[in-house]
């Protein structure tokens, strides 16, 4: 029987990777993102569903669950970025940061566990950062949404498992491709005093200039590998830097 997986924040970055990925292994895909648009992922396929989601709000979330029908595995990749100083991070920024990053993540599982719970089935794999395998500086807020995440990983597997549903963690590595700074909550030079200037200036420049970097390919097939992992094993990091950061080099 053909399975179906559903990947948030699929318009770009990991998720369309993940979407093609599965896609091409025969996989039913059900594409969600705020902006639906076929055309991302080229020719048609009566796999391929591309449907609507904002994970901050419980209505689409609803929307979306009840039109998505059944599905086999929840990949909750949809996230946003934020780059600075700490103390120069409104409030109001760190907040949007959590409703995505975090309370989506926590939204989106809470509305497809029941379905999973009945069938006594599925995997649920919840897609972090390589900022929680070490400390990375001007990543404080973005850092604690997806350390929550793992926590809330490690505890639900305990908790899901009894109902023979598995939680997984995918820890990507960093991404030039998927924009992170220029695609941050706001522009990294509003949230950098000028005292940071000399702080920031050398961790910028590896940013620019990293010795690893991290494919998209390599996140897609770190979920695939997630998704289909019997072993009991809860965290997969993806892509060469994450693989070190894990091996302590």
Partial sequence: MTKTILITGASSGYGKATAEYFLSRGWHVIATMRRPDPALFGSEDNRLHVLPLDVTSGESI???????GP???????????MAGAFEATPMPAIRKIFDTNTFGVMAMAQAVIPQM?????GTIVNVTSSVTLAPFPLTAAYTASKQAIEGFSDSLAHELGYFDIRVKLVEPG???TTNFIANSV????????GDYAEFARPILEDFARPALTTAEDDVAEAIWNAVHDVSGQLRFPAGPDA???TQGS
């Fill in 62 to 68: 609803a929307a979306l669950v009840k039109a998505a």
């Fill in 71 to 81: 599905v086999d595995v929840l990949v909750n990749n949809a996230g946003i970025g």
């Fill in 117 to 121: 719970r009945e069938r006594r089935s």
């Fill in 174 to 176: 960093y991404a030039p």
């Fill in 186 to 193: 706001l522009p990294l030079d509003q949230l950098l005093p």
């Fill in 243 to 245: 693989v070190a950061l």
